[in-house]
């Protein structure tokens, strides 16, 4: 399984971006059960953002991105996006999309199997 993001740029405080992750490699349905949104700001832990289940669909959000984040996918081109509105200096940080194939694991950043390189969000004030 490979991921690729992009979207990422410089936006002001307020304003909107929208991620992708390209998601590619055979038997797809079979073998990935989520792709999650991480973020990494400088000096900080990688934290989860958002994730969605890949066959159904099912979101699931970190308390503060709640009502400005969205999560959706389209599994008829491989893809996963993050809509992010109402944004922060504080959203700033490095994106990245990550899958994990095992039912029954938390979304932790130590229990996702496959990640992509990450795009940069800069939010100005």
């Known amino acids: 399984v490979a991921l690729v993001e992009s979207g990422g740029g410089l936006v002001q405080a307020g304003g909107s971006l929208r991620l992708s992750c390209a998601v590619s490699?055979?038997?797809?349905?079979?073998?990935?059960?989520?792709i999650n949104w991480f973020r990494q700001a400088p000096g900080k832990d990688r934290e989860f953002v958002a994730g969605i289940t890949w066959r159904g669909g099912i979101p699931d959000y970190e308390d503060s991105v709640k009502g400005r984040f969205a999560i959706s996918r389209d599994r008829a081109k491989d893809l996963v996006f993050l809509q992010m509105n109402s944004l922060t200096p504080e959203d700033t940080a490095v994106y990245l999309c990550?899958?994990?194939?095992?039912?029954?694991?938390?979304?932790?950043?130590?229990?996702?199997?496959?990640w992509g390189q990450g795009t940069q969000v800069t939010v100005s004030s």
């Open positions: 490699g055979t038997d797809l349905a079979l073998i990935v059960y989520r």
């Open positions: 990550a899958a994990r194939t095992r039912l029954g694991a938390s979304d932790s950043a130590a229990n996702m199997d496959y």
